[in-house]
Each structure stands twice: as C-alpha cells, then as structure tokens.
C-alpha cells in the first residue's frame, strides 16, 4: 500500500505543483490567453489563491510522510485538493465546458486520501 500511496500522490502532487505554480506565476490575462477561460469568472487575487492551494496541497501530500512530521496531514491534504477539484468542475460545468480533467485528477487525490488514510493513519 505504502508504494501505491507514492505513485498516486507523487503523479498528484506533479500535477498540482505545475498547476498552481503555473497560476501563481501568470497573468489572469496570460492565463485566459492560454485557454484558462475560467478566470473570466475570478478577480486576480481569486486564482492566485487557487493556485497558492494548489501548490501547498502539492507539498502537502507529500512533505508530511516523506519527513516522517505528522504523516496524517496527508490524507487531509489529499482531501482539500479533492475539494479543490469538485469545485473547478462545477466552475465548469456551469461554462459548458469540459470536466474530465477535473473528475480525474479529483478521483486520483481521493485515492490518495484513502491509501493515505490506509498508510499514515
């Protein structure tokens, strides 16, 4: 279990790392640009604090058991990154736009958050 944890959390925590770093580090206006439509819907400051939760969930999944410090911050990372991406696809959906990237990258934090639970806790 614990090497399935790090295949799922390790290709979580890529995804969200380049997300949110992509979004911390990018115009609303360059985003939008390179088909981020979405940011129509947020202020600036909006979508640089989804970007900065992408990126802490990142690290939260996988600091905490890689140092041995509180492992079970994990899961809850796992969790609020779940959370994260339930709402991105109700942003879209409401555009009529598509949300399988959201349903699979929210299926692939919830599987850390159970082998998490499973392993850490």
Do not use: C
Not at 38 to 65: F, Q, R
Request: no cysteine; glycine share 10%; net charge positive.
């Amino acid at each position: 279990m614990t090497i399935a944890y790090w295949i799922v959390a390790g290709l979580a925590a890529l995804a969200f790392l380049a997300a949110g770093f992509f979004k911390l580090t990018q115009s609303k206006e360059a985003l939008k640009s390179k088909g981020m439509a979405w940011t129509d819907d947020y202020s600036a400051n909006a979508v640089k604090g989804i970007g900065a939760a992408e990126l802490l969930g990142a690290i939260g999944l996988i600091a905490p058991p890689l140092t041995g410090i509180a492992p079970v911050l994990a899961p809850i990372a796992a969790i609020g990154l779940t959370i994260i991406m339930v709402l991105a696809a109700r942003t879209h959906r409401r555009r009529s736009e598509p949300i399988i990237p959201n349903v699979v990258l929210g299926l692939l934090t919830l599987a850390a958050a159970v082998l998490g639970y499973i392993v850490w806790v």
